[in-house]
């Protein structure tokens, strides 16, 4: 990425594919002004650049660039999650696992590391043989994995592509995310989707356990007001059964 602010304000802006009146309209100022900004015409404000970082969706890791590329100091911190401060994260974190029993719940990172999971989560991952600090996409790229693992995984893997795909865009571009996404498009590219009548309303993973196979979906929570680098980045992804066999299941695994 470019050093100085202007060309770093218009790589953003060419990202989100906006125009400078449409970045113009979004953060409350003027069309030239942008323009001034972009051709170093015009010094930003330091409150300027965290708006125009706002109006763009930027991470919070980049908007540190763009201050510093106009002369301020960094606005956002990455503290460990296990630091003093993040305390009440933690606990709000070991809340929402612990209160989903006897379902699994896990936590992950920018790019899919396990950091902790509840009781079910952690059975789970045991019966996958992972553990908190492996990469699930690491786990699921490995070769005949996905189809090992899960009945409907073409399926699946699509929307995994197109999963990674939209974060990785909402990142402004990541290597890991992006060489995942292709990986899996080539995968789900193998299946026949077609005639499948009516998409139900949510895509329920066939996961093979023992012999039999359990349909679950997901939710995933992330901190809407994270002002933090790393906690920007966590994501709570907590399973759900979608029938009454898995429902047996995750309670047997949570007993």
């Known amino acids: 990425m470019t050093g100085d602010f202007g060309g770093q304000l218009r790589n953003w802006r060419g990202k989100r594919r906006m125009s400078q009146l449409q970045l113009a309209l979004v953060a409350d100022v003027s069309a030239r002004h942008i323009?001034?900004?972009?051709?170093g015409r015009a010094k930003p404000s330091r409150h300027m650049v965290l708006r125009l970082g706002e109006a763009l969706e930027v991470p919070r890791a980049?908007?540190?660039?763009?201050?510093?590329?106009a002369g301020y100091r960094a606005a956002y911190?990455?503290?460990?999650?296990?630091?003093?401060?993040?305390?009440?994260?933690?606990?709000?974190?070991?809340?929402?696992?612990?209160?989903?029993?006897p379902y699994p719940a896990f936590v992950f990172d920018r790019h899919w590391t396990v950091l902790d999971a509840n009781a079910s989560g952690h059975a789970m991952l045991s019966g996958f043989g992972l553990t908190a600090g492996d990469s699930f996409i690491d786990f699921l790229l490995k070769p005949g994995r996905g189809t090992e693992l899960v009945e409907?995984?073409?399926?699946?893997?699509?929307?995994?592509?197109?999963?990674?795909?939209?974060?990785?865009?909402?990142?402004?571009?990541?290597?890991?995310?992006?060489?995942?996404?292709e990986a899996l498009s080539w995968e789900a590219g193998e299946g026949d989707h077609g005639g499948r009548g009516d998409l139900?309303?949510?895509?329920?993973?066939r996961f093979r356990f023992g012999g039999l196979v359990y349909p679950m979906f997901s939710t995933i929570t992330q901190f809407g007001t994270?002002?933090?680098?790393?906690?920007?980045?966590?994501?709570?992804?907590m399973f759900f059964p979608s029938d009454e066999a898995c429902e047996a299941f995750f309670r047997i695994m949570a007993g």
Do not use: Y
Not at 35 to 39: D, Q, V
Not at 62 to 69: F, G, K, S, T, V
Not at 200 to 205: N, S
């Open 152 to 181: 409907n995984w073409h399926e699946v893997a699509g929307h995994l592509a197109a999963r990674f795909r939209l974060e990785s865009a909402h990142l402004g571009g990541d290597a890991v995310l992006e060489r995942a996404a």
């Open 62 to 69: 980049e908007r540190n660039l763009m201050l510093d590329a």
């Open 200 to 205: 139900p309303p949510v895509l329920a993973v």
């Open 226 to 237: 994270a002002d933090d680098i790393a906690l920007a980045d966590i994501k709570i992804e």
């Open 35 to 39: 323009a001034f900004l972009e051709t």
């Open 77 to 101: 911190a990455k503290r460990p999650l296990d630091s003093a401060t993040m305390a009440p994260v933690r606990k709000a974190i070991s809340h929402m696992i612990a209160g989903h029993m």
